[in-house]
Nanobody, 124 residues
Framework: QVQLVESGGGLVQAGGSLRLSCAAS????????MGWFRQAPGKEREFVTA????????YLADSVKDRFTISRDNAKNTVYLQMNSLKPEDTAVYYC?????????????????WGQGTPVTVSS
């Protein structure tokens, strides 16, 4: 069983930055595409960004382009989400997920393993 643990969330002011981390268990991390999703209170889970197995390809939602960056370090079994120029509408619980089919995708159902989430609150 793959376990994913997010960290790095917290409270920041609008315009500030945070870096989220997601640490994965097991030896097969480099075989998974990884994604980040977020869910605000009362709303459905929303795709944020995803990265391919080797890190060579990324996919970002329009709402975070030019502000967020996804990266991975396969030697450390970790994927990162660097969030800059944060806005109050970015407030949500952020989840990382693993997809063993390999391609970065925005489709929720394509991901096989999920972390517990880390909350991010952006104050105005």
């Amino acid at each position: 069983q793959v376990q994913l643990v997010e960290s790095g969330g917290g409270l920041v002011q609008a315009g500030g930055s945070l870096r989220l981390s997601c640490a994965a268990s097991g030896r097969a991390f480099s075989s998974y595409a990884m994604g980040w999703f977020r869910q605000a209170p009362g709303k459905e889970r929303e795709f944020v960004t995803a990265i391919s197995r080797s890190g060579g390809s990324t996919y970002l939602a329009d709402s975070v382009k030019d502000r967020f960056t996804i990266s991975r370090d396969n030697a450390k079994n970790t994927v990162y989400l660097q969030m800059n120029s944060l806005k109050p509408e970015d407030t949500a619980v952020y989840y990382c997920a693993a997809n063993f089919l390999g391609n970065p995708t925005s489709r929720y159902s394509s991901y096989n393993y999920w972390g517990q989430g880390t909350p991010v609150t952006v104050s105005s």
